[in-house]
């Protein structure tokens, strides 16, 4: 389940939005989710529910947007508002494939295309649970019209253009729990 919320709050609010949408996706589940829920971390900080270890979560929110996904399977997300594109950052986390695309494009592509391959960095290694201390330029992405190419077969990757292309939102679900 996938719940994206659009909304205008303060910069301290949004976490809580966040965890209110996980709220709302584990009602599917028949899981009261609240602030006494037994929670567990792995060693990276990764969370999961300690009573139901078969129920995957993640949540992501930046300034104008949250989002929340659970699924049966180890999954991560993340929703960025567009952002500028940076290519120092690009050196440092985009596989050379990834980079040679970027500056294929217009000037005026480049900042969309750069939040979408951020944002399907972010969704793996959040998937994985290692954050940003996986070396994100060993996973590539490259599109083929609507079609997301990864070169991880173990997952299964979805992104969402939302409100006019103003925001990115970048799913991954692992199918084979051996990286």
């Known amino acids: 389940m996938l719940l994206i919320s ?6 301290k609010e949004y976490h809580s939005h966040a965890h209110k949408l996980l709220r709302e996706c584990l009602k599917t589940y028949r899981i009261d989710y609240n602030e006494d829920t037994p929670v567990v971390k792995n060693d990276m900080g990764k969370p999961s529910l300690a009573e139901h270890p078969d129920i995957h979560y993640n ?3 930046a300034k104008g947007i949250s989002a929340c996904i659970v699924s049966d399977r180890e999954c991560g997300i993340d929703c960025e508002q567009v952002r500028q594109y940076r290519p120092n950052v690009a050196k440092r986390a985009f ?3 990834e980079q040679e695309l970027l500056e294929s ?3 005026s592509e480049r900042d969309m295309m750069f939040t979408r391959l951020w944002t399907l960095k972010e969704s793996y290694v959040k998937a994985i649970g290692t954050g940003i201390s996986y070396p ?5 992405f490259a599109f083929s019209g609507d079609e997301i190419i990864a070169d991880k077969d173990e ?3 979805r992104q969402y253009l939302i409100n006019g292309g103003k925001y990115v939102v970048s799913v991954c679900e692992l199918y084979n729990s051996n990286r």
């Open 59 to 61: 949540i992501s929110h």
């Open 155 to 157: 997952c299964r990757f």
């Open 105 to 107: 494009l217009p000037e």
């Open 136 to 140: 994100l330029n060993t996973v590539g």
């Open 95 to 97: 596989s050379e494939s």
């Open 6 to 11: 659009l909304m205008e709050l303060e910069h």
